[in-house]
């Protein structure tokens, strides 16, 4: 092993005690006290904190290596999925944060146990859950991938230790210590990142020659938006799955746990709303360097022949490679633990999720209703181990966690985000009225086909979209949906309409319940 490849394992060890030792201090704040403490940091934590930890927790392995493999791969608007996931911080915070701070709730399903009742909640938690469970699984693939490529660490060695590092620091302090050590987390990123993005640019022979040889070898990819006239390239097929795309991150990008945890963690509920409003920014900005090293590793001549064999096999680690062979050892150490900081940030921040809607919702909601507080922080802790050691499980044996993370996002998107709107929303929404959106969507989605479960499409979406638009031209679908309907948009948007509409139907022998359910407030 090159001297290297020591020095970055030792880099990455020090990482890790550094991690543990401000994970354990963060966990004095939680010492002692109220199950509040251990699952949104009692509600007190500083804004500075709580927008750092929130741009921490979507700033991911997944947004660093799949925004440079946009661009490696030429895919047409590569910003999109950072700067959609932005705005879904944006949107969040003007529409969604304020109110759910102010109803002082603990978790995303919370709404729903107060709005449709603790049963049927049960199954809206559902996607949520395995949503972040996937994540936390995609998350140890990215970092153990990374490790192997830049490092030659063994794969299951690094899924391992990294899931147990940042599993050990989470049990001991929950939210308080994921806000001090997403701090030094993010802090790595644009460190790390703006370091080696000067020497990468260089070394691909400055961004003026890398930018006209990419425009010249992928005119199609280099353009903020698709164009409002179709081309050759940009079909109408093609432009709807982007839009179809884009809205979905920007509204799916609000429906999850981990990104409430955050909000109800806040000082007050304005704080709320404008800390998920300036990650939002953040999160916008950071696509910046990301998007310029996967437009070096367009562009950089010298790739060996065993890197070129593995950028032709997996794209998304062009910027592991690139952080390897196009720059200074030490600088590529400084790129690595931007990575690094950027996944494990995400992992503590999904698995606190997933553990917290175990105990809080599952637990506590629906099975012990007089549990007390310290059986309710041990039972958020052993959730968190499990789901913990689930999601190395699935990063080890599962080969397409990215795709299941995909679909359960998309899940989440379709089934939720209506959910949602109209549990805090319309104060004559019931259960009837959730159940029918639900499964409405859910049938719509599932009808434009799954290829990850080999689900051909049984909905003719395609053919009624040609009667309506002859000469429309199919596109090949990239993930196994129909070719050109916006289907997720479509079935999400029914859902909207259903859920108000058999509300209303309904009210008369289901009536809707109040959304400030008082017994949701045992945080206190």
Not at 209 to 231: G, H, I, K, Q
Not at 485 to 510: E, H, K, N, Q, Y
């Amino acid at each position: 092993m090159q001297a290297a490849q020591w020095g970055g394992i030792a880099a990455v060890a020090l990482l890790y005690a550094v991690f543990m030792f401000v994970g354990w201090r963060g966990a004095r704040r939680a010492e002692g006290r109220s199950i509040a403490d251990l699952l949104i940091a009692g509600r007190a934590m500083p804004f500075w904190m709580a927008t750092l930890t929130m741009a921490a927790t979507w700033i991911d392995g997944g947004y660093l290596l799949g925004t440079a493999e946009g661009v490696f791969a030429s895919i047409p608007s590569a910003w999109q999925g950072g700067v959609c996931f932005g705005l879904s911080l944006v949107l969040g915070g003007a529409i969604f944060a304020r109110r759910m701070r102010r109803l002082e709730y603990v978790t995303l399903i919370d709404p729903f146990t107060a709005r449709f009742g603790p049963a049927w909640s049960s199954v809206l938690a559902l996607p949520a859950l395995l949503g972040e469970v996937l994540w936390s699984a995609e998350l140890l693939v990215a970092i153990g991938a990374t490790l192997g490529v830049m490092l030659g660490i063994n794969l299951v060695t690094a899924i391992v230790v990294s899931c147990a590092v940042v599993t050990v620091y989470t049990i001991w302090g929950g939210m308080w210590s994921i806000g001090y050590t997403d701090v030094v987390q993010f802090a790595l990123i644009p460190l790390g990142l703006c370091v080696a993005l000067p020497f990468a640019l260089d070394a691909a022979g400055g961004f003026t020659t890398a930018w006209d040889a990419y425009t010249s070898a992928r005119p199609e990819a280099a353009r903020l938006f698709p164009p409002v006239a179709v081309d050759s390239y940009w079909t109408a097929g093609r432009v709807m799955q982007w839009w179809d795309l884009a809205i979905m991150l920007v509204a799916g990008g609000i429906p999850w746990n981990c990104y409430f945890q955050r909000v109800q963690s806040c000082q007050t509920p304005a704080r709320a709303a404008w800390h998920s409003v300036a990650a939002g920014v953040i999160t916008i900005v950071m696509t910046g360097p990301p998007l310029l090293l996967g437009l070096a590793a367009f562009s950089f001549p010298h790739w060996s022949g065993a890197a070129a064999a593995e950028l032709q096999a997996t794209p998304a680690m062009a910027l592991p490679l690139l952080l390897s062979q196009a720059v200074p050892p030490l600088v590529g150490i400084l790129g690595l633990a931007a990575i690094v900081g950027a996944v494990t940030s995400s992992f503590s921040a999904s698995i606190m999720s997933a553990g917290s809607m175990v105990g809080w919702n599952y637990g506590q909601q629906l099975l012990a209703t007089n549990i007390s507080d310290l059986n309710l922080k041990r039972l958020v802790r052993a959730s968190i181990l499990v789901l913990s050691c689930l999601a190395v499980l699935l990063a080890l044996r599962v080969q397409s966690v990215q795709q299941l993370w995909f679909f359960t996002s998309d899940l989440v998107f379709v089934l939720l985000f209506p959910q949602l709107v109209f549990a805090l929303f319309d104060a004559k929404a019931n259960r009837t009225g959730s159940i029918v959106a639900f499964l409405l969507s859910l049938v719509l989605r599932l009808g434009g086909g799954e290829a990850i479960f080999a689900i051909p499409a049984f909905i003719p979406y395609d053919d009624t979209m040609a009667a309506v638009w002859p000469g429309l031209e199919s596109t090949p679908s990239t993930d196994g949906l129909i070719a050109v309907f916006p289907v997720r948009t479509f079935a999400a948007m029914v859902g909207m309409i259903a859920l108000p509409l058999v509300s209303r139907l309904t009210a008369r022998w289901d009536p809707p319940r109040p959304i400030g359910n008082p017994a949701l407030n045992k945080s206190h």
